[in-house]
């Protein structure tokens, strides 16, 4: 099936809503099982430490789900990736609060995050799919509609703790409610002859090689932890430094987090239409450069209300980042779509998991805000490395159809849209 990629056709505005329909789905369900961590925790008798070993089965199920998802992308094509781990996301959801025990809820961690990773990773791919055929930037909005997901999957979450609801009975609810919708949604996501006009290699190399991997890949990479180290210590421990570090109520303390979410899902809704008025490097430059800077004022001050104003800037200020480096990864020239963006969902979940370790480790040294200035740093070298993001090929189309490489570099003025009568 050949795609018009000179505009935006009927079939394609479809899989824009469609992918970013399940895109909300997927964070739902995920933020839909961490809000009854607390009831799993107590009708297991589990201690934290026991909790916390538990969890490590969030950290093998990624490993070896995302290559392996990688490979069945480029292998059978992303739409087919994207309905699979969606099924086997929302019939995951569940198992966690039918566990028995510790060795059991391990496992069901394990199966239900190796799902929901996978699924992430092949909604990348059919985000840059879906991109390269539609006639203006959109893949941030489709990063605005998970975060917008899993806020919904919280709140949902905490009304049915807060009504007693029991964990699989609310689990099984979302999951069979989540399933409907996605398989509804998903039929609406182009074909996989799509994928073909996107990734030019062979179907047979699924992903990257040893040369490739030397490359912009592993600056996108580096890029891709920076950025979610960050995110991952704001979301663990904004609430601890505002209570314990900054000697604010437990009511403010949250707010923290909410705050830093809610700006961030707001900055991707606009992410696409800044990027492509000054262009995707100079837009997540100068905004992560702000954030840095704004959060090393705010430490200084010491304030819980300027820490929340800091977290916010921070927020936004990384808005644009991981949607722009999944982005990349899908159109570097002579890596594989799939295998390029799952390398670096890889790198992404390694800083997910060093990001709350490595910022209790510096706390511990240097104090809770020695290790938010730190983190600061982390979000000056992610601006620092920005420029990685000029690599990508520049077959994807603007709204004003200058090639998007030019306009990433900030070489390129992008032009405006020209409106009859004004």
Same mark, same amino acid.
């Given at each position: 099936?050949?795609?018009d990629t000179s505009r935006a056709t009927p079939r394609v505005r479809h899989a824009r809503r469609a992918i970013t329909l399940t895109s909300f789905i997927h964070s739902a369900v995920y933020t839909s099982w961490v809000a009854r961590i607390p009831q799993v925790q107590d009708a297991l008798g589990l201690s934290t430490a026991e909790l916390s070993e538990a969890f490590l089965g969030l950290t093998f199920g990624p490993l070896l789900s995302i290559p392996l998802v990688g490979w069945a992308?480029?292998?059978?094509?992303?739409?087919? %990736? &994207?309905?699979?781990?969606?099924?086997?996301?929302?019939?995951?959801? =569940?198992?966690?609060?039918?566990?028995?025990?510790?060795?059991?809820?391990?496992?069901?961690?394990?199966?239900?995050?190796?799902?929901?990773?996978?699924?992430s990773m092949a909604l990348n791919a059919h985000g840059v799919t879906v991109q390269a055929h539609y006639r203006r930037p959109m893949f941030a909005t489709v990063h605005a509609a998970n975060s917008f997901g899993g806020v919904l999957g919280s709140v949902a979450g905490a009304i049915a703790a807060a009504a007693s609801v029991p964990?699989?009975?609310?689990?099984?609810?979302?999951?069979?409610?989540c399933t409907v919708v996605g398989i509804v949604s998903t039929r609406w996501l182009l074909p996989g002859a799509s994928?073909?006009?996107?990734d030019r290699r062979p179907r047979g190399?699924?992903?990257?090689?040893?040369?490739?991997?030397?490359?912009?890949l592993l600056g996108l990479g580096m890029l891709a932890l920076c950025v979610i180290v960050v995110e991952s210590a704001v979301t663990n421990w904004s609430a601890?430094?505002?209570?314990?570090?900054?000697?604010?109520?437990?009511? &403010?303390?949250? %707010?923290?987090?909410?705050?830093?979410?809610?700006?961030?899902?707001?900055?991707?809704?606009?992410?696409?239409?800044?990027?492509?008025?000054?262009?995707?490097?100079?837009t997540v430059r100068t905004a992560a450069t702000v954030a840095a800077l704004t959060l090393i004022t705010t430490v200084t001050?010491?304030?819980?209300?300027?820490?929340?104003?800091?977290?916010?800037?921070? =927020?936004? =200020?990384?808005?644009?980042?991981?949607?722009?480096t999944m982005r990349a990864a899908g159109e570097l020239p002579d890596v594989p779509r799939a295998g390029g963006i799952a390398a670096v969902s890889t790198a992404g979940y390694l800083g997910g998991l060093a990001g709350p370790a490595s910022f209790g480790f510096t706390a511990g040294v240097?104090?809770?805000? =020695?290790?938010?200035?730190?983190?600061?740093?982390?979000?000056?070298?992610?601006a620092g490395l920005a420029g990685i993001l000029a690599v990508a090929r520049a077959s994807v189309p603007t709204a004003g159809g200058v090639p998007e490489q030019q306009i990433r570099a900030g070489n390129v003025e992008p032009p405006r849209e020209h409106h009859p009568g004004r």
């Open positions: 099936m050949k795609l992308t480029h292998r059978y094509g992303s739409r087919v %990736a &994207v309905r699979l781990t969606l099924l086997a996301s929302c019939v995951t959801l =569940g198992l966690p609060a039918l566990a028995g025990n510790l060795a059991t809820l391990f496992v069901c961690l394990a199966l239900f995050s190796a799902a929901t990773a996978g699924l964990p699989a009975t609310h689990l099984g609810c979302a999951a069979a409610l994928d073909r006009g996107v190399l699924s992903l990257p090689d040893r040369q490739t991997l030397t490359g912009p601890i430094y505002l209570s314990d570090g900054l000697g604010a109520g437990t009511a &403010v303390a949250s %707010a923290g987090f909410i705050v830093f979410a809610s700006a961030m899902a707001t900055g991707r809704m606009f992410a696409d239409r800044v990027g492509a008025r000054f262009g995707t490097v100079r001050i010491g304030h819980p209300v300027a820490a929340i104003i800091g977290l916010a800037v921070l =927020g936004a =200020g990384l808005s644009a980042l991981v949607p722009a240097v104090g809770l805000s =020695g290790a938010f200035a730190g983190m600061a740093l982390l979000v000056l070298l992610a």
